[in-house]
């Protein structure tokens, strides 16, 4: 199969966040290979300054910087030195997220807290951070993450539920807000994709991947990289008239 390719990408300085692992390493591939000035941050040091030497033959080396996202400090401090080393960030993806599965009467405060500090808490505090940047440029994209598992009613993730359907008012609103400046807010809903942390967790046969699968109007895998290309026209020019959507990519599982 062939799929587009964005010009106005070439030399775009692009943020990840959650970037060394799962869809968030698709997304740096994905942008990488289009000639954008990458930088993503992540908690997983080793695989991070893996991904970035892996992808060392691209036109522009990705950028790696350790930073834990539950602290926001941190996460203004990476946005900050990004725009010093590459430039003014024009593309935002909030990406990171923990899609851990909890049992409702083993919910406690400190657990409740802590899942709105990776799902959702640092989504709203890189889009303030970044907005200066991008108004300097006089234009940007915002591409926040969400999740269909709100959809459908998960019954036992409600804390990550919660925040990802949160991810959605939290998306129209900056959109409104950010929109004179030029730039545009919209979200991702990913379905269940297939990553390693997901075979390694939660569909360790091939017969529970083949039930999934079948419940979805296309039945094939759903792999980071199409997730990847859809965050690809979002942060492209060709998007430039898109702005406060969601766009559901499950292959029909909702």
């Known amino acids: 199969m062939t799929f587009a ?19 968030g390493a698709d997304i740096v591939r994905a942008f990488a290979g289009t000639g954008a000035r990458v930088a993503f941050v992540d908690i997983q040091e080793e695989a991070g300054r893996a991904l970035a030497d892996e992808l060392g033959g691209a036109a522009h080396q ?6 834990d996202l539950a602290d926001i400090g941190a996460t203004q401090a990476a ?13 935002l993806v909030n ?8 049992e409702i009467d083993a919910v406690t405060e400190e657990y409740w807290d802590w899942a709105q ?5 640092p989504q709203f505090f890189t889009a ?12 940007g994209s915002i591409i926040n993450f969400s999740s269909i598992a709100w959809r ?8 990550y539920t919660t925040a990802k359907a949160a991810v959605l008012g939290l998306t129209r609103s900056l959109a409104r807000a950010f929109g004179a400046d030029n730039i545009r807010v919209n979200a991702i809903e990913p379905g269940a994709v297939m990553t390693e942390k997901q075979y390694a967790l939660w569909y360790k046969t091939p017969e529970s991947v083949d039930a999934l699968v079948s419940r979805q109007c296309i039945r094939t895998v759903l792999h980071g990289d199409e997730i990847a290309r859809t965050v690809l026209f979002l942060g492209a020019d060709d998007s430039r008239m898109i702005t406060k959507q969601s766009i559901i990519v499950d292959g ?3």
């Open 117 to 121: 500090s990776i799902n959702l808490r």
């Open 5 to 23: 390719n964005y010009p106005s990408l070439s030399g775009r300085v692009v943020f990840v966040t959650g970037g060394a692992s799962g869809i």
């Open 95 to 102: 990406n990171a997220a923990n899609d851990d599965r909890h």
């Open 252 to 254: 029909g599982l909702i």
């Open 152 to 159: 459908g009613g998960a019954p036992n993730m409600p804390a």
């Open 62 to 67: 990705p950028l790696f910087l350790r930073c």
């Open 79 to 91: 946005v900050a030195e990004v725009g010093r080393r590459l430039g003014p960030i024009g593309v």
């Open 128 to 139: 303030q951070a970044v907005r200066p940047q991008m108004r300097a440029l006089g234009y």
